[in-house]
T-cell receptor, first 112, second 115 residues
Framework: GDSVTQMEGPVTLSEEAFLTINCTYTATGYPSLFWYVQYPGEGLQLLLKATKADDKGSNKGFEATYRKETTSFHLEKGSVQVSDSAVYFCALTVGTASKLTFGTGTRLQVTL | DAGVTQSPTHLIKTRGQQVTLRCSPKSGHDTVSWYQQALGQGPQFIFQYYEEEERQRGNFPDRFSGHQFPNYSSELNVNALLLGDSALYLC??????????????FGQGTRLTVV
């Protein structure tokens, strides 16, 4: 079946540090890939997405590139802020189905 | 424009009881999906409703059932509650357009505690 594996957290960084959160996947078909963010006490918000190989999704300074050869979709940000503290989920859908398969999430804590 | 709204926000139930959770989709959306998010885990897909019918289902027992109304709102029902059903239940809405689904928008969830 389809699955997503994320690096375990928590990840603790100082403000302005570089962020990488690793994500790899297995899929029965050709997936679309997503990063969602969950702030404390809130639901999930779509951060960025990529629908085909070599696509780069970007939003709010975050980027992720769809790497089919390594089945990866790592999330990066050049300079994190305290306000980026949240839980980040990598996810995929396959084909025309809208069912999302999520990873277990990675908690990011950014300190001053 | 109201986004996805869920009610109630918190709920405490006793083992063996039944519970109903409600979801109103974002305006213009016709498809509702439900997810269960256990503490420290990623959301797990329960099922999806479109045109008042269950279209897809994840690996959840028949104790989990749902309904979609003509106005696209949806309910999730769980019977014979177990302690393990304690979780955050998330509703997501989207729209099926041209054979493809639009971006899914999530509600803030209902926190269910079974004691």
């Amino acid at each position: 079946g389809d699955s997503v594996t994320q690096m375990e957290g928590p990840v603790t960084l100082s403000e302005e540090a570089f962020l990488t959160i690793n994500c790899t996947y297995t899929a029965t078909g050709y997936p679309s890939l997503f990063w969602y963010v969950q702030y404390p006490g809130e639901g999930l918000q779509l951060l960025l997405k990529a629908t085909k190989a070599d696509d780069k999704g970007s939003n709010k300074g975050f980027e992720a590139t769809y790497r089919k050869e390594t089945t990866s979709f790592h999330l990066e940000k050049g300079s994190v802020q305290v306000s980026d503290s949240a839980v980040y989920f990598c996810a995929l859908t396959v084909g025309t189905a809208s069912k999302l398969t999520f990873g277990t999430g990675t908690r990011l804590q950014v300190t001053l | 424009d109201a986004g996805v709204t869920q009610s109630p926000t918190h709920l405490i139930k006793t083992r063996g009881q039944q519970v109903t959770l409600r979801c109103s989709p974002k305006s213009g959306h016709d498809t509702v999906s439900w997810y269960q998010q256990a503490l420290g885990q990623g959301p797990q897909f329960i099922f999806q409703y479109y045109e008042e019918e269950e279209r897809q289902r994840g690996n959840f027992p028949d104790r989990f059932s749902g309904h979609q109304f003509p106005n696209y709102s949806s309910e999730l029902n769980v019977n014979a509650l177990l302690l393990g059903d304690s979780a955050l239940y998330l509703c997501a809405s989207s729209s099926l357009t041209g054979g493809e689904y639009t971006e899914a928008f999530f509600g803030q969830g209902t926190r269910l505690t079974v004691v």
